[in-house]
């Protein structure tokens, strides 16, 4: 693929200091983002649930996002050219609000799930420029890192939502107002660094699918990291509790993969600016090809279980940043913008289609099953990882 460039003497001038404030915006910006949405799904299961609504419509009334975000990423390179990448992020985050803050003022089903559809068009684009500015805003000895404590700051905004959650145990809709809030807040981070938002030339972007099918290996890892941890966050407190555990405990497992989707990020991020990001996708490709069977292997062991739930979060999250990383390294401009929305498509995607797939592997093998979806897409990943070859042994890093 034709590599396109950014306003490089632009992006050249900027002092590490500066890069250091933009990439410190951006993380916190995507936390209080990742807040919002981390607890607006069980918010809206329990209202519905209190409304007495049918099971599929609630599930319709959440899936309705990221629909809204699959139909959006693939244009959002044309409205970062268009609005600017800076503006465009702080516009649509705005745009995004209504969608959240107007929830309460209705019980209809039918306007939850044009609400959450708005929501999740708006929601596209800084999501997309985020990742794509986060990139540009490195260095490329940094890049691995940088990515990392953006992939950390994404996991824990998803690991607090629910918590921030039970302190509105009785008072529900103020939950909304709480996390509409937030998501107004992460637009003000934005607003000292947007003088220093790159600028894309105008040049048309690559195809969209022509992204994914040139870039196996990044797109099979994004689908291997959204199938894994979706499979897990769903069923693994279903697994725990078949085989004798509290609800309790179930949840503390969930949390301990959460925990290592935040803290492994950094130390993973620093071994691919060490070793090769190539190199470093293929060792979590092989843990989370072998942590599901170990973990079938040692059951409900929590001596055993705890570290290896930890261990195989963290790699399986890893391989988002990582991804993302490589792009970085690959490309640029609208190009880099365009890639960082197939990415965005591809893992709303595989969230989509990965929770339903795991719970027919669920069904045929109870209460492991699902874990062979994983499996599965870690298999691809890691022949795939194994047998393409490494774009940083055939030409040399862009300066």
Not at 115 to 122: E, V
Not at 151 to 161: D, N, Q, R, T, V
Not at 328 to 340: D, F, I, K, P, Y
Not at 363 to 381: E, K, N, Q, T
Request: glycine fraction near 10%; aromatic fraction near 8%; charge should be positive.
């Amino acid at each position: 693929m034709a590599e396109t460039t950014v306003n490089n003497s632009e992006n050249a001038a900027l002092t590490d200091g500066q890069r250091r404030v933009i990439i410190t915006a951006l993380c916190i910006s995507v936390f209080m983002v990742g807040v919002s949405l981390g607890g607006i799904v069980p918010w809206i299961s329990l209202k519905q649930d209190g409304f007495g609504t049918n099971e599929v419509i609630i599930g319709i009334i959440v899936a309705a996002q990221p629909l809204g975000i699959m139909l959006v990423a693939p244009l959002v390179s044309r409205i970062g050219l268009g609005f600017g990448l800076g503006t465009a992020m702080v516009v649509f985050s705005a745009l995004s609000l209504p969608g959240l803050a107007l929830l309460p003022f209705t019980d209809s089903s039918g306007w939850w799930i044009f609400l959450r559809l708005i929501s999740g068009l708006a929601t596209a684009v800084p999501w997309v420029l985020g990742e794509t500015w986060i990139n540009l805003a490195t260095k490329p000895k940094w890049r691995a890192r940088t990515t990392a404590i953006y992939g950390a700051a994404i996991a824990g905004g998803f690991a607090l939502g629910p918590l921030m959650l039970t302190l509105f145990e009785n008072r529900l809709d103020m939950a909304i107002a709480a996390f509409t809030l937030l998501s107004l807040l992460s637009i003000l981070p934005l607003l000292p660094v947007l003088r220093f938002a790159p600028r894309f030339p105008r040049e048309k972007a690559p195809p969209f699918l022509s992204v994914v099918f040139t870039m196996p290996v990044v797109f099979c890892a994004v689908i291997l990291a959204a199938i894994a941890d979706m499979a897990f966050a769903t069923f693994l407190p279903i697994w725990s509790t078949s085989q004798g555990l509290s609800l309790v405990l179930a949840m503390v497992l969930v949390s301990c993969m959460m925990i290592g989707n935040v803290i492994l990020q950094f130390p993973i991020g620093m071994l691919a600016d060490r070793i090769g990001l190539r190199q470093t996708m293929r060792i979590c490709g092989l843990v989370s090809l072998i942590g599901p069977v170990l973990i079938i292997g040692v059951g409900v062991n929590l001596v055993l279980l705890v570290p290896l739930l930890f261990v195989y979060g963290g790699a399986v999250w890893a391989l988002y940043s990582l991804a993302l990383a490589d792009l970085g390294h690959r490309l640029t401009g609208s190009a880099l913008a365009a890639a960082n929305g197939a990415v965005v498509f591809v893992y709303t995607a595989a969230n989509v289609v990965g929770p339903p797939a795991s719970g027919a592997g669920l069904g045929l093998w109870s209460p492991h099953g699902f874990m062979l979806v994983a499996l599965g897409a870690a298999l691809v990943f890691v022949i795939l990882a194994f047998t393409r070859p490494d774009p940083a042994q055939q030409s040399p890093t862009k300066p």
